[in-house]
């Protein structure tokens, strides 16, 4: 039986000439908590529509819990616990109200429709508050109402957009633990602007920009990868020369002669020389470096890879250094999609109302 939960093969989706998405590839396996990341416009929202059945692909395929989001949307909804970044509630209901009617939408009913409405508001914490009417509740604790209604039917697979919106430190740091024991059994979709909690939470990052995947990888590879900078000491006392001067210049000529150095700058830190030196692309220089320091007779006491933190990874791939007319494009493009979507999400509304009526 395969691990793999989520499938998306060239999944494409576009309004006219404008693409949300082109060729989106990707996997999600059991026990995965995969963080979604992506600068507004960039196509998070339309993936997670398409993979919930809000919306069909263009082109391409997904596959959800091994069901077709085009042959079996119901088998997909099924095996799904859906948090939207705007959550659908209904306000004048009290939570326990609400949490019933998911249970009951859900197909559950009884001593079993109790069991799992109690089990989504002990993990949710809502305890205090099941008695109060939904509109009375802050930002926080409507965030929290969510997340239960998408735990009720006990979901193998969970898609949150921006579940830690508008929560205190002490609740976001509740349900972030929430959200790391769900991915030990359950594979989880974690979108947000908070590179914090990507990097706290997540098992692997997956950055879209502009309609296409431009990183995969696990929060610390990324950054390792992408910084390919290291540092290295060199202590004065043992090297040849024995003086800052000498040593500087000598370590100085012998690093910026390897081939891969991109930029290079030192500093004194009591009798150490520490040099910043950074690779063109991303290649790892330390073998080249220590076998430098050697050929040069300097004393190497010190060498890592350094990182750069999340963000400027983040800024490195969906701006880089693109031109105040790029951004420009990339800013019209975003507001077309959002245009288009709210589009969708009108039509699809007004559909609804028209069948139940």
């Known amino acids: 039986m395969s691990d793999v939960m989520i499938e998306a093969r060239n999944l494409t989706k576009s309004y006219g000439s404008v693409f949300a998405i082109k060729d989106v590839n990707f996997e999600v396996r059991r026990g995965e908590v995969l963080g979604f990341l992506g600068p507004n416009g960039a196509g998070k929202t339309t993936t997670m529509k398409i993979l919930t059945c809000f919306i069909s692909p263009t082109s391409g395929s997904a596959r959800v819990n091994g069901c077709d989001v085009f042959e079996d949307s119901l088998g997909v909804r099924s095996a799904l616990g859906y948090l939207p970044e705007h959550t659908p509630l209904y306000t004048d209901m009290m939570v326990v109200e609400y949490l019933e009617f998911i249970a009951a939408m859900r197909g559950f009913q009884g001593k079993e429709a109790k069991r799992r409405v109690k089990n989504a508001v002990d993990a949710t914490t809502l305890g205090d508050v099941i008695g109060k009417e939904i509109r009375a509740l802050s930002k926080g604790y409507r965030q929290r109402v969510g997340l239960a209604q998408a735990l009720i039917h006990e979901p193998p697979?969970?898609?949150?957009?921006?579940?830690?919106?508008?929560?205190?430190?002490?609740?976001?740091?509740?349900?972030?633990?929430?959200?790391?024991?769900?991915?030990?059994?359950?594979?989880?979709?974690?979108?947000?602007?908070?590179?914090?909690?990507?990097?706290?939470?997540?098992?692997?990052?997956?950055?879209?920009?502009e309609g296409t995947i431009v990183a995969d990888d696990a929060p610390e590879a990324l950054q390792r990868n992408q910084s390919a900078r290291v540092e290295a000491i060199i202590a004065v006392t043992g090297s040849r020369g024995g003086d800052k001067a000498s040593v500087t210049s000598a370590a100085s000529t012998a690093f910026s002669k390897l081939e891969g150095v991109k930029h290079l700058k030192s500093f004194e830190r009591g009798d150490e020389l520490v040099f910043d030196i950074e690779a063109a692309e991303s290649e790892d220089l330390r073998?080249?470096?220590?076998?430098?320091?050697?050929?040069?007779?300097?004393?190497?006491?010190?060498?890592?890879?350094?990182?750069?933190?999340?963000?400027?990874?983040?800024?490195?791939?969906?701006?880089?250094?693109?031109?105040?007319?790029?951004?420009?494009?990339?800013?019209?493009?975003?507001?077309?999609?959002?245009?288009?979507?709210?589009?969708t999400s009108r039509e699809s509304e007004e559909t609804s109302e028209e069948g139940g009526q």
């Open 157 to 209: 697979i969970l898609i949150l957009d921006e579940p830690l919106s508008g929560l205190d430190p002490n609740q976001a740091a509740e349900i972030r633990d929430l959200i790391r024991h769900l991915g030990r059994e359950k594979t989880v979709i974690l979108s947000t602007h908070d590179l914090g909690e990507i990097q706290r939470t997540c098992d692997r990052v997956l950055i879209i920009n």
């Open 287 to 343: 073998p080249k470096i220590f076998r430098a320091a050697v050929e040069h007779d300097l004393l190497l006491v010190g060498l890592r890879i350094t990182s750069r933190d999340l963000g400027a990874v983040f800024k490195d791939l969906t701006v880089g250094s693109s031109s105040s007319a790029s951004r420009e494009k990339s800013g019209k493009r975003a507001q077309e999609v959002n245009l288009a979507n709210d589009k």
